[in-house]
Every structure is written in C-alpha cells, then in structure tokens.
C-alpha cells in the first residue's frame, strides 16, 4: 500500500486540472488553521513578554481568542495573494 503523501506528491497533474476544495472544506479548513495558528502564536509571543508565570497561563487564552478573528480575516484576505505569488514564482 503506497502512503497517501506518495500517491499526492507521485501525480503531476497540469495546474488547471488540479483538484480544489469545495467551499465548505475550504471555510473549515481556514478556521482551524487559524485557531491553530492563533492559539500557537499569541502562546509564544505572550510568554516572551510575561514568562512562564500564573499570569502568563491566565493571559493566554484571552489573548488566542482576541487574536482568531484577526487570523481568520487575514488569513481569508493573505492565502489567494500568497497563493497568486507562489503560482508566478514557480511560473504557472
């Protein structure tokens, strides 16, 4: 049986004939990468300001959902720009 990422990275299908996602998948997608991306960086970004302190681990979660709304926004605004950048690079 061929892993999964092998039977992905194995087909080399012209860029119009690429599968996509349906909007649903996409929508859903985007909200859990930005949860992730959300909860990850204001973690970190909030323990190099506070340290691992009680008030760190308080501040944490307040500050990750602050921050989703802001991610999923610009997430939804940076991913086709990126996405059109990425395609002329490598000249599709």
Request: proline residues 15%.
């Given at each position: 049986?061929?892993?999964f990422f092998a039977q992905c990275?194995?087909?080399?299908?012209?860029?119009?004939?690429?599968?996509?996602m349906d909007k649903k998948t996409?929508?859903?997608?985007?909200?859990i990468m930005t949860f992730m991306m959300a909860v990850?960086?204001?973690g970190i970004m909030s323990l190099i300001a506070l340290?691992?302190?009680a008030?760190?681990?308080s501040e944490w979660p307040k500050a990750a959902?602050?921050?989703w709304p802001f991610a999923f926004v610009l997430g939804a605004?940076?991913?086709?720009?990126?996405?059109?950048m990425a395609n002329l690079i490598i000249r599709r």
């Open positions: 049986m061929v892993p990275a194995s087909r080399h299908l012209p860029p119009w004939k690429e599968p996509t996409l929508i859903l997608t985007q909200v990850t960086m204001s340290g691992p302190t008030l760190w681990l959902l602050i921050a605004i940076a991913f086709p720009v990126a996405s059109r």
